[in-house]
Each structure stands twice: as structure tokens, then as C-alpha cells.
């Protein structure tokens, strides 16, 4: 066990944790530390159900544990993974770069135009201007600064149920109250409506001066919410005729995770900004962006007065170009999108022929490889129980995820915003045989856990031992 040492101050040299010795810490040691450094309530709530297990190895698809347990991953780092883990041509790829600078303001990147190429190459129609950031909030709040500016306007046009991220300007547009409402007041002038609803969506662009409607193809972190088809279309029509701008976040959907290389080819549209990130790093690498029109870049920066007005330090940095040059070129190479569109359609059928055989099941949704298993709340009897519908509605996704977990050593994760559904969201290079095996889990759990008293039951076990080691 590692030995902590307390703070010392004044003139005492400080006793550091070496790189060498945090690769050596024990599982014990990890959770120590993130207790008393890092956040102690998360801590707690991934420990509950075995969560925290310490992973020492990954790659492609397959993660594992301490015990040399192996790990099939269909949470894939939240769409962050389409390449799998670890993947030897993006690190290559890095590494080819490590001599040049990664860093260097006073100069233009080497990779960075390259990187921007083939990224305006790849995405839908006239779509050209690139900026580099970290991640996708960092996209988002890029791209609500760019519609305000281009406009002129203030307002900001979000739907419920969506996520946009945590950052002050992306939680303005996250359509849910549990992550707004500690840190009200928010950005003003941020009007959210119902997803799918193109007539609320009309009247609130009619009524005020509207800068863009932000919103994703797919409601990844809202449970896997697939609007209907040609809302994107009808969005982009309504958004021109009332002068603002159509924002689409593909950050979660994005680089074939849906079936094509960019959700938005579905409907047909050339969004006017668009909001990439996850895998467009390959995995490897923290990498966000949001590309435009060359038109509507000139206007808002396309002079040296404002060619400045936002930027980023470590966006475009070299490592970070070098992975996303490589992820396109492998992106189009592999040809994901097509592999995400048959084996999303094969899993697809096998988990509507589940829900047709087990009530537990309510509802399976999604396109390719991003599909939401939604469960169904306690009926009967057991729905006059106070508060085990509130339970259920919280927490049966994440017992699910906790037996597929600890039984079948398959990892999955609830969704944000409806935490009754989990997501399956495995790396784009998976194979059949891997889908088959998800499908016999989650046919083994529900053949013994007819209702949520029943998946709840099941992780007692779990619970109780987690509490005893803590």
C-alpha cells in the first residue's frame, strides 16, 4: 500500500509520486487517491457496483483487468473510441511527429492546414473553415460565438433532453435541469424546445432574434433519441428563412459511428457550422473542432482586425494533427461507415427480437453502431410501491450495466439524460462474433430478471461487498 504523505509547506522538500511509481499502484491505492484528491462522491457511486476496477491493458476492442481479466468494450470512450484502443496506426502516427514542435505560436503549425483539408474533404457539401480546439464543449462554445457573431444576434435556440456539454456556454444549450440549474443564472437568450418539433421551433425563431439552432442528428446523451426523418432538412429550411444559423453537434455521431460518415447525410443537409470531436482525435488524442462556410467564416473573422478574436493554445498543436490525419485516412480506408451500417442493422434485429420476448425491454433505438436499450418501469401492483417507479426510472440501467459487467465482463454505461436506458456504443472495428456475445448476455440477464426488483436483487451481492471493502 502506498504511504501518503500530507502537504508540507515552507522549506520541506515535498515527497512526489513518481510516473514510475503510479504505473505500480494497487487498486487500493488508486481509489485512496481519487478519494482524497480528485472527487470522493463519484468515487463512492463507481465503487457501488464495481465500477473501479483497475484496467492495466487495452486494445481494439478487448480491455483488462488486474486479475487478467479480458473486457469486451461496447461503451467505446463514448463515441471517443471508434478506432478501438490503442490503435497502432494513430500512435504510429504520433510518434512519427515527436521531434518536430508541438507547440510554437509564433509560426503556423505544419499540420494543421493538412489536417483541416482532409477534414472540409470528408464532411457534407461546402463546408471549409476549420478551427481546432480540445474537445467538443470547447467546439460548442466556438461555434455559439461564431453564429452570434455572424448574425449579430443574441439568442441561442436548443432542444430539451439534449447535451451539448458542461462548459458555461455548452450547459446553456444542455437541455437538462440537473446540470443547469447549480449554475444558474446561464448565458441569456437560450430558448430550448421539443426535439422533432418543427412548429415550437418556428414560433420561437418567428418571436426573437435567433443566432442558431444547435442540435444533434441523434439524442446521444438524451437515451438515443432518433428524430423523425427530415427533421434536420426541415430545421435547416425554417433556421435560412428566419435569418440564423443551423449548428449541428455531431461530436457523438460523427466519423461513421451512425452508418455514415456524418449523421447529417441522412437528411441530405449541409449544416451551416457543424461540431466535431471524440473520435476525430483516433482515440489517442484530445482533439475538438467545428467546421463552417468559407462565407460565413470571412464575415465573422476574415479580416486581421479579427483574426484573433478566439482562440485556442493547444488547438492544432502538432501530436494532436498528426492522429487526426491518420483517423481520416483510416476512417475512409476501413471504410467504417459501411462496416457501422451493416453491423448496427444486424444488432439491431437481435435486440428487437429480445424485446419481443422479454417485457423488461421497452424500447431499442438508434442507427449503425449507437443504439439505446430503454427499460420499462414497474407495472401493476408493483407500480403502487412510493417510489420504486422514481427508482427504477434511475437506476435500472445501471444495474443492467452492473450484470453485464460483473457476470459477463461486457462494459456498458447508462445515458446522462435518461439514465432508464444504456447505450451500446462499441468501437467501429468489432466484430460479429463480439455483437453475439452482448446478445447472449443481456438474453441470460433478462431470462433471470423478469423486472427491476429482479436486476436490483441481482446486484445486491455487488453492493453489499463493495460497501464491506470501502
Known sequence: MLKLSRKKEGGTKMELITLEQALTLTRQDIRDLYREYVNESLATLLSLLEFDKQFVKAKGTIVWD????????????????????NPEEIWNAVKLVEELPNLLQASI??????????????????????FFCNSGAEAVEGALKLARIYTGRPGIV????????????????????????????????????????????????????????????????GGVVVPPQGYLKNALELC????????????????????????????????????????????????GAYITTDAIWKKAYGSTDKATLHTSTFGGNTKAM??????????????????????????LSQLSSLQNSYPLIKEVRGKGLLIGLEFNEPRGLLNKIPGLTN????????????????KHRIITAYTLNNPNVIRLEPPLIVEKEELDKLIYALKDIFESHSSFLGVASANLKTVFGSLFKR
Open 391 to 406: 427508482l427504477a426510472r434511475e437506476y435500472t440501467g445501471s444495474f443492467v450495466a452492473g450484470l453485464l459487467m460483473n
Open 66 to 85: 488486474n486479475e487478467g481479466n479480458a473486457y469486451l468494450d461496447f461503451l467505446g470512450g463514448y463515441g471517443s473510441l471508434n478506432f478501438g484502443h
Open 240 to 287: 435560412h428563412k428566419y435569418g440564423a444559423l443551423l449548428i449541428v453537434d455531431e461530436i457523438q455521431t460523427g466519423f461513421g459511428r451512425t452508418g455514415k460518415l456524418f449523421a447529417v447525410e441522412y437528411d441530405e443537409i449541409v449544416p451551416d457550422i457543424m461540431c466535431v470531436a471524440k473520435s476525430l482525435g483516433g482515440g489517442v488524442m484530445p482533439v
Open 322 to 347: 498528426a492522429a487526426v490525419i491518420k483517423a481520416i485516412e483510416l476512417l475512409v480506408k476501413w471504410d467504417l461507415a459501411k462496416r457501422a451500417k451493416e453491423l448496427g442493422d444486424y444488432l
Open 158 to 221: 436548443y432542444a430539451h433532453n439534449s447535451f451539448h456539454g458542461k462548459s458555461f456556454g455548452a450547459l446553456s444549450v444542455t437541455g437538462r435541469q440537473k446540470y443547469q440549474t447549480p449554475f444558474t443564472p446561464l448565458l441569456p437568450e437560450c430558448y430550448p424546445v421539443t426535439f422533432g418539433d418543427l412548429d415550437e421551433l418556428e414560433k420561437i425563431l418567428k418571436s426573437k432574434a435567433i443566432a442558431a439552432f444547435i442540435v444533434e442528428p441523434i439524442q446521444g446523451e
Open 109 to 130: 503549425g505544419q499540420l494543421i492546414g493538412a489536417a483541416a483539408y482532409n477534414l472540409a474533404k470528408i464532411t457534407p457539401g461546402n463546408l471549409k473553415r476549420v
